[in-house]
């Protein structure tokens, strides 16, 4: 029993590691923006199959191709906020539509250049089973975990030290303040856009070799993601990184408990219990006007 | 003009089984209109008129139909007692969560719309011993004959569908026009204000929530008997997203809207030239470029056009 | 006279397809600091946006020291020597009073400069100096307007705009501001500042201008308008 909660709550620590990936390019994205871009988990899905092509098509080296896929959503990225968001600016409900409508782009797109079924990516190097106790992870599932960690770290030192990551902060906190004293809004905009988007790419990519890479792989990505960030207080970049493990471990340590049918549902059911309970979330941000 | 205009497309609608007697598939095409039009018609009276995008609308008809599903197959009830048990069962759902969502604003009000869909449909998809799960549930009647008329044949359940659409059109044309639909208005235009004259919002947000559902709950039954099964996957997220497309795209707060909506969702893919894997791209495309540059929709264009 | 720092001609702007400023021409001399008064919805804020170009449509001309403005985005408007300090709180509240500082330099590439800069506020407001690490949202009202006056010092701006300083304080804090006014005239900088509270913000000025409905209705030098019966009767008695 404890041993399978252990190694349940390993699994959720990996699991809940892509939900921070995508939460975190989320929250960057709402706050400054005050988009919330349902379309992320799509991205994520992108990013993986991207990933996929230049591992399994061109380079062969699983490092570079995660870090050209980040590069290439980073750019899809920040042509969406050109072309969709800012446009949108303002309009919140028709900004959230179109993220809905950049699903259908896609996904689809996908499904026509790649098709509707699955594909593998067989990653040889990472693909060793390491003991740990009476259980065996692979090494793939060991560099999830490892890499988000590291990711979130880099990510806070530059949100916390650097000039601009300052600035991100400060347009997310008071935009019309940030006009003021000369940050230029319109620029935060867009690499916050890009930052987000490539982090959801890595998220796919890390995952891509340890299931499998299909259209609607970042659809639960997206929701849970929305859970973490619900459940760390709206709008708090470190609430969705807790919020993101606690979400990846709570469903998986569930599974010793419930049918594993009932996985899924713990992050709806944290959903609309945070919501109601406790709507500021674990860091109690108040959001601008909202209840 | 309008009204000649809704006039020969009633018309043609009516004629349409006898013109297209060869063609079945253009029947069903148009079946599958009607039935995506149903709940459009509910989301628009929410979207549209109310200005409350809900992300889990198709939820409602899914819990209409499976109740429908079970009175019918397990308990034995008559198609029509039935349908509207589903009526009324995704009436009271839309109700009750309806009145928990309300709490909520903005995206608020969206993720917990979408938290609610998602948690129905999964309970859709893993309450084996009811709803038999992800498979489905099989075996669901056509409606009963009415009258000596049955609904068995395809034309005769293309009367069905449309009969039923009409009927929400109807309902639509009613609510807009009552002194129900005038609040609804001018809660949209300005809520405070509303709440300052006296009106009490939350109650008519929560009625046009729950008639709205009733409503998706009609399509539901309906697209259920059509398909005679009934698979969690007809009320998921994605379908959740669709219905709120077929409003956006149709134009969210006019009467025709869901129409042109579900006719172009529907419709067009299946007849698109293009390749059959970019329909749906294409189609989101046209989507995010009505919402950038042409937000009231098809319905704004002909009106536009008319102008 | 001496030579205009700011120069306002036949300014006019519209918001929301709404006329809200007709044909304002005003100006600032080095050194001084002048008070635009008014009711509420006369203008006044409008015309500070405007200045900073925060206001979508505009027309006329914008002069700083000689040189058109008029077109230029908020950022290069601070660059070439206005600072604006906005009416609603305009503090980063979840930065430190550092962090803030420091944005308020986030278009200085010179870190050495930056630090002589932040160096030189902290001397002008040593409450700033004292609270170097703490949250800024967490400074009483009156430290938070005293931050926001400093932060926009950081890019040595020729003129500040202040709207509203001293609304929402406790008295003792409002006598405050506008010594921080006078202190920013010593420190060689033009202000121009909008306010309600007319017979403080007068004391403080050397000229002012009244408004009314988007219009220029009457100039003066400062001590003159206090004893002008039409601002007495206007204003004075609402205080």
């Given at each position: 029993m404890l041993s399978a909660v252990l190694e349940q709550t390993l699994n959720g620590l990996m699991a809940g590691s892509v939900y921070v990936l995508v939460a975190l390019g989320m929250v960057l994205i709402y706050g400054v923006m005050h988009v919330l871009n349902f379309a992320h988990g799509v991205l994520l899905m992108v990013g993986a199959y991207v990933c996929h092509f230049f591992f399994v098509?061109?380079?062969?080296s699983y490092p570079l191709s995660i870090l050209l896929s980040a590069a290439v959503l980073a750019l899809l990225g920040i042509a969406l906020e050109r072309a969709v968001f800012r446009p949108l600016q303002g309009n919140l409900r028709n900004q959230v539509i179109a993220s809905l409508g950049l699903i259908l782009v896609f996904e689809n797109l996908v499904i026509a250049l790649w098709g509707p079924n699955a594909l593998q990516m067989k990653v040889a190097a990472t693909a060793a089973l390491v003991p740990l106790g009476e259980m065996r992870f692979s090494v793939q599932h060991l560099l999830v975990i490892a890499v988000t960690l590291a990711v979130v770290l880099v990510l806070f030192s530059f949100l916390k030290f650097s000039k601009f990551g300052t600035a991100i902060r400060a347009t997310s906190q008071d935009r019309m303040a940030a006009m003021v004293v000369g940050i230029p809004v319109e620029r935060v905009d867009w690499i916050t856009f890009g930052l987000g988007t490539a982090l959801a790419a890595l998220g796919g990519a890390l995952i891509g070799p340890l299931f499998i890479v299909f259209p609607q792989m970042g659809d639960a990505p997206m929701v849970k993601g929305l859970a973490g960030i619900l459940l760390g207080g709206m709008g708090s970049v470190p609430g969705a990184v807790i919020g993101g493990f606690i979400i990846g471990i709570a469903e998986s340590v569930s599974t010793v408990f419930l049918p594993t049918d009932y996985r899924d549902s713990v992050a709806f059911i944290v959903m609309v219990l945070i919501l109601l309970v406790?709507?500021?979330?674990?860091?109690g941000v108040s959001v601008r006007g909202e209840d | 003009m309008a009204r000649i205009v809704l006039g020969i497309f009633l018309v043609l609608l009516s004629l349409m089984p006898a013109m297209a007697e060869k063609q079945p598939y253009l029947l069903h095409v148009l079946i599958l209109c009607f039935l995506y039009a149903i709940p459009a018609v509910g989301l628009n009276l929410m979207l549209?008129?109310?200005g409350l995008v809900s992300l889990g609308h198709m939820a409602f008809a899914g819990v209409g139909a499976y109740t429908a599903a079970v009175l019918m197959v397990?308990?034995?009830?008559d198609f029509w007692l039935a349908l509207l048990a589903g009526v009324l069962a995704a009436g009271v759902a839309g109700a009750a969560i309806g009145a928990i969502c309300l709490r909520f604003r903005t995206h608020f009000f969206m993720i917990v719309t979408l938290a609610f869909g998602l948690m129905l449909y999964s309970v859709m998809n893993n309450w084996d011993e009811v709803?038999?799960?992800?498979a489905g549930f099989p075996g669901i009647p056509r409606p009963a004959p009415l009258g000596g008329f049955s609904f068995g044949p395809l034309p005769n359940f293309y009367y069905l569908a449309l009969a039923a659409a009409l009927a929400a059109f109807a309902v639509q044309w009613i609510v807009v026009r009552s002194d129900f639909g005038r609040v609804l208005a001018a809660l949209r235009q300005d809520e405070r204000l509303a709440q300052a004259k006296g009106v009490n919002t939350m109650l008519y947000k929560a009625a046009v929530f729950a008639l709205g559902s009733a409503i998706a709950g009609l399509g539901g039954v309906l697209h259920v008997s059509f398909l005679r099964v009934a698979a969690p996957a007809t009320f998921n997220l994605a379908e959740s997203i669709n219905a709120v497309l077929i409003v956006i795209v149709g134009?969210?707060?006019?009467?025709?809207g869901p129409a042109l909506g579900a006719l172009v969702f529907v419709g067009l893919p299946e007849y698109l030239r293009a390749a059959a894997e970019w329909r749906l791209v294409v189609f989101g495309v046209i989507l995010v470029l009505i919402v950038l540059?042409?937000?009231?929709?098809l319905a704004g264009f002909v009106k536009r056009a008319r102008a | 006279m001496s030579a205009a720092v700011l120069e306002v001609s036949d300014l006019g702007a519209s918001y929301g397809g709404r006329?809200?400023?007709?044909?304002v021409s005003l100006r600032v001399g080095a050194s001084e600091i002048v008070t635009v008064i008014g009711h509420n919805g006369a203008g006044k804020s409008t015309l500070l946006k405007s200045v900073f170009n925060l206001i979508p449509w505009r027309s006329g001309a914008i002069r700083l020291q000689g040189r058109d403005?008029?077109?230029?985005a908020p950022d290069r408007i601070l660059a070439a020597g206005i600072a604006y300090v906005p009416q609603?709180?305009?503090?980063?509240?979840?930065?430190?009073v550092d962090e803030n500082l420091r944005m308020g330099g986030y278009?200085?590439?010179?870190k050495a400069l930056l630090a002589a800069r932040i160096e030189k506020v902290r001397q002008l407001f040593p409450v700033l100096a004292e609270r170097a690490?703490?949250?800024?949202?967490?400074?009483s009202g009156g430290e938070q307007r005293m931050l926001e006056i400093a932060r926009a010092l950081l890019m040595d701006p020729k003129l500040v705009m202040l709207d509203e300083?001293?609304?929402?304080?406790?008295p003792r804090m409002v006598e405050a501001v506008f010594q921080t006014v006078g202190m920013l005239r010593n420190q060689g900088k033009a202000v121009l500042m909008v306010e309600q509270n007319v017979r403080k913000a007068l004391a403080a000025s050397d000229r002012a201008y009244v408004m009314e409905l988007g219009e220029i209705r009457l100039e003066d030098a400062a001590p003159a308008l206090i004893g002008d019966p039409r601002v007495a009767r206007l204003y004075m008695g609402r205080r």
């Open positions: 098509r061109l380079t062969g406790w709507p500021r979330g674990i860091f | 549209g008129y109310a397990d308990g034995h009830w709803t038999r799960g992800a134009g969210a707060g006019s009467l025709a540059f042409a937000p009231q929709g | 006329r809200i400023l007709e044909s403005i008029l077109g230029l609603s709180r305009s503090v980063f509240p979840k930065l430190t278009l200085l590439s010179d690490h703490q949250l800024a949202g967490t400074l300083p001293s609304i929402g304080l406790a």
